[in-house]
């Protein structure tokens, strides 16, 4: 078995949302894959929120026709939570760009390998909100300006720690990826970089559900606070 994982384009997102391929558009770092001609939608977007006061409702809320919040929230606390150390996200997104029909920006997750204890910089006790790709995020940063936007950060991260990545789902997930995978992805290992046996993979494992029984501690509480108090 080799390592695969499914391409971000227009099928791959008709596949998860049921649109017609013909009516998506994605960007990968803001700039548009199908159609260039479209490209001023996402550049819309963008310059919106950074050349708007967030913290004027009526800011915020024209900013919510044009991107979902909740979405783009989830990219962000995702790749907090996970510990992802890349100095910038890269970011992929898509919208429904049915001619005169156009819809909100969406986000979605792509390579996380810079995360979950992968280095000594996304260890479970790393304050990723103080990383490069928070920090000098201007986007993000504006929204921040944002009330509703900070509590909505604040609920999505608290959400994941108890729902997506508590213990007992992380613990599941994990489980069902040895049940499944851990034979192959070992005679794999084996094949193409030297010699590994199931109970290694197992330990690798058992590292990763360390990460998610240690980072609630160090990414909710008073770390959350502090970020969304800025």
């Given amino acids: ?57 009526s800011s915020y809320n024209r900013a919510s026709e044009l991107m979902d919040m909740q979405s783009y929230a989830d990219f962000i606390c995702s790749k907090i939570y996970l510990a ?9 997104m898509w919208c429904s760009a049915e001619e005169g029909k156009y819809g909100k920006w969406y986000w979605a997750l792509g390579d996380m390998e810079n995360s979950i204890d992968s280095s000594e910089l996304s260890t479970s006790s790393i304050d990723t909100f103080l990383r490069p790709a928070v920090v000098n995020n201007q986007f993000l940063n504006s929204l921040m300006r944002s009330e509703q936007f900070r509590k909505l950060i604040a609920d999505t991260m608290n959400r994941m720690a108890k729902g997506s990545f508590s213990e007992e789902n992380v613990d599941k997930a994990l489980n069902d990826i040895q049940d499944k995978y851990a034979k192959t992805i070992t005679n794999t290992y084996t094949r193409f970089a030297g010699a590994v046996t199931v109970d290694t993979f197992k330990q690798e494992l058992d590292y990763i559900r360390e990460f998610f029984e240690e980072r609630p501690e160090y990414i909710t509480g008073k770390y959350l606070e502090e970020y969304i108090s800025k």
């Fill in 1 to 57: 078995m080799y390592q695969m994982k499914n391409a971000f384009n227009s099928s791959e997102v008709a596949a998860q949302t049921g649109l017609n391929k013909e009516d998506i558009l994605t960007a990968v770092d803001g700039e548009v894959v199908e159609d260039t001609q479209k490209q001023y939608l996402y550049n819309n977007c963008y310059n919106y929120v950074i050349k708007h006061d967030m913290r004027y409702e």
């Fill in 84 to 92: 992802d150390y890349s100095n910038n996200y890269k970011e992929y």
